[in-house]
Nanobody, 125 residues
Framework: QVQLVESGGGLVQAGGSLRLSCADS????????MGWIRQAPGKEREFVAA????????YYADPVKGRCTISRDTAKNTVYLQINSLKPEDTAVYYCAADRRIDHFSTRPWGLEVWGQGTLVTVSS
């Protein structure tokens, strides 16, 4: 079973950077695609970024493309999301998620198989 724990959120000024981490305490990390979903206050969950189980393919949502990098360290069972040039509209709870199908991250970001508890990112203007 995959169990996910996020860290790295916080308060940052616009233009700053953050690196979110997601550690898997389970035993099936390598067989799942991993990704990040965010939910801003009063809005639905939206896809941010995803990485294939091998790490060979990455996908990004248009609002973060060019500002985000997703990566995974299989030795540490950890996925990272580096976000640069943060904007106030990036303020949201960021959830780490896992799913056996990477296309689910963009097509059904509310219905992924495994979720972390979320970490809050607040960007001040």
């Amino acid at each position: 079973q995959v169990q996910l724990v996020e860290s790295g959120g916080g308060l940052v000024q616009a233009g700053g950077s953050l690196r979110l981490s997601c550690a898997d305490s389970g035993r099936t990390f390598s067989s799942y695609a991993m990704g990040w979903i965010r939910q801003a206050p009063g809005k639905e969950r939206e896809f941010v970024a995803a990485i294939s189980w091998s790490g060979g393919s990455t996908y990004y949502a248009d609002p973060v493309k060019g500002r985000c990098t997703i990566s995974r360290d299989t030795a540490k069972n950890t996925v990272y999301l580096q976000i640069n040039s943060l904007k106030p509209e990036d303020t949201a709870v960021y959830y780490c998620a896992a799913d056996r199908r990477i296309d689910h991250f963009s097509t059904r970001p509310w219905g992924l198989e495994v979720w972390g508890q979320g970490t809050l990112v607040t960007v001040s203007s």
